[in-house]
């Protein structure tokens, strides 16, 4: 089974959310995979984990000047992926979907008859509604509606998501939840933990959010945290200090870290050296994949209901449900005092609710899932071809 993923922006290496999802569910794939991407290079082509990682540069001088060179780019990629001959294709979907509309057709005029999937890491449209005009939100609503017609099959990241492609659209998507590599996470040892203490500077206890601020629910949870929250916990009595990673925040606080984008390979040991993770979103679709790495990790959290939609977290002892800022606060102040008076910064808990989101299990089976759509539309293409004849 070779497989091509599609995705228009850079999977690889994984920086923020989307990205992750989509490197991850090609690792975890079986089969031969390709990933087609864009990148800040041109012409690479690179094998990474068994992956063959093919980019395309798109100009990264601003987002009006990425959007031009990506309708130039669309049809080099169709063509590219036509030359792959794959059994299959998939979308991956975050926030390109008037792209993608116009890639698929390309595909088909490039003479690509292989099964396409898309795979919404959102409804693109909600998202859209919250913070665009309405001609973007308008021609979102058109662009999605279109590709889950026109797809040989769609996947939502939960049921919630699922249910709300099916009310606005009359067509009710498989499942495909966003996952975690729980094995990643669990080799940092305590030594490299504490040597990103060191490096990062962070004291004892320090609250962690991960999220890039121009994405509107991370900017709220971010807005949140230091303007309202943390300086409410710090004036309960807790010295909590807060690091945000991600990328660069408009922010400068004496108690605030803020080193921007972490390696990947480093992402394990900055994780455990924190001692709470936060998730104060409210607003967004989709899953949020922060809430299972730090899980993962091993992390207590303290997270708004909204943060933890769409995930089986049902009795997690480790996730604290908070539904406003002010209770936000209280609940962080007390996890925070907790950890400190436990007396071992980064200590871990156990989720054993993660086991149904492990990215080897979750790939499989989409793998199945779309083993069963190529012979599927490989059975309806023989049946027309012979009623032709």
Known sequence: MRTALISLYRSYPATFGAASVSYNLAKFMPGERYVLQLSDGEGEEKVVDDLTIISFRASQSSRA?????????????????RDLHPDAVVLEGASWTVYYVALLRLMRWAGLRT??????????????????GRLVTGLTRWAERALLRSCDAAYAVSDIDAGRFCALYGIRPGVLPNGVDAERFAVATAEEATRARTRYGLTYPTALFMGGYPYLPNREAIDALVQDIVPRVRRSGVPLSLAVIGGEVPYTRSWLRNPGVILDAELPAFLKACDVCVAPIFSGSGTRLKVLEYLAAGKPVVATPKA???????????????????????????VAKRESEVGVPGCEYRAPELARYGWRALAAA?????????RRANVQSSVLREAAK
């Open 65 to 81: 000047a990425k959007l031009l060179s990506l309708a130039r780019l669309l049809p080099r990629i169709a063509r590219r992926t």
């Open 115 to 132: 099964p396409v999937v898309y795979h919404g890491h959102n409804v693109e449209y909600l998202l859209r509604r919250e913070r665009s």
């Open 308 to 334: 933890v939609e769409g995930l089986c977290l049902a009795g997690a002892g480790s996730v604290t449900l908070a539904e406003n800022r002010a209770r936000f606060a209280r609940c962080l102040a007390q």
């Open 366 to 374: 989409f793998g199945d899932d779309i083993a069963r759509v190529t």
